[in-house]
């Protein structure tokens, strides 16, 4: 009986989940963003680093996706957001520490198709430490705000040419 109701409810959540994927395939909202279209952005004092906005505004209420171009050698200073955000290394190899002691050597090296979380109010810094670019893509809720550790710091910074 037990197996029977499971099989029932898998049943229904499946042909609810069916319909609703029909039902939506007509939405007007969708939409379809390719690499090429995106349009990159000079992050401002960020020595190279770029960035795109995908969807959303992250100044303003709701999700919004952007994605973050770390120039080779090129990090940022340990810093903090006031909402989450969810970050996902599209391409090269992006390296992330936790704390408010910026420390390259011992960052995390995190490689395309790898996933951080950062949770809101808690320190990180990041980028790209190795001799290549790395891509990332961030997707939070908006309105955010970044706020440095050590506000007498630049933010980012070029650890090797």
């Not at 109701?5 to 042909?15: A, D, G, N, P, Q």
């Not at 995390?108 to 109010?121: N, R, S, V």
Request: some cysteine.
């Amino acid at each position: 009986m037990k197996a029977m109701v499971s099989t029932s409810i898998f049943s229904l959540l499946f042909c609810l989940l069916i319909a609703n994927a029909s039902a939506d395939s007509s939405a007007p909202d969708f939409q379809v963003v390719q690499a090429d279209e995106l349009k990159w952005m000079p992050v401002p004092d960020g020595l190279g680093a770029q960035f795109a906005v995908v969807r959303g505004n992250p100044t303003e209420s709701g999700v919004y996706v952007i994605r973050v171009r770390f120039p080779a050698g090129v990090m940022d200073r340990p810093h903090r957001h006031s909402a989450d955000r969810h970050v996902t290394v599209i391409e090269g190899n992006w390296f992330a520490g936790v704390g408010d002691e910026f420390d390259p050597e011992s960052a995390q090296e995190i490689t395309a198709g790898g996933y951080m979380f950062h949770p809101a109010g808690e320190a990180h810094w990041d980028g790209a430490r190795d001799d290549s670019d790395a891509i990332v893509q961030i997707i939070g809720n908006g309105p955010v705000t970044t706020e440095l550790s050590d506000s007498g710091e630049a933010m980012w910074i070029r650890i090797h040419d």
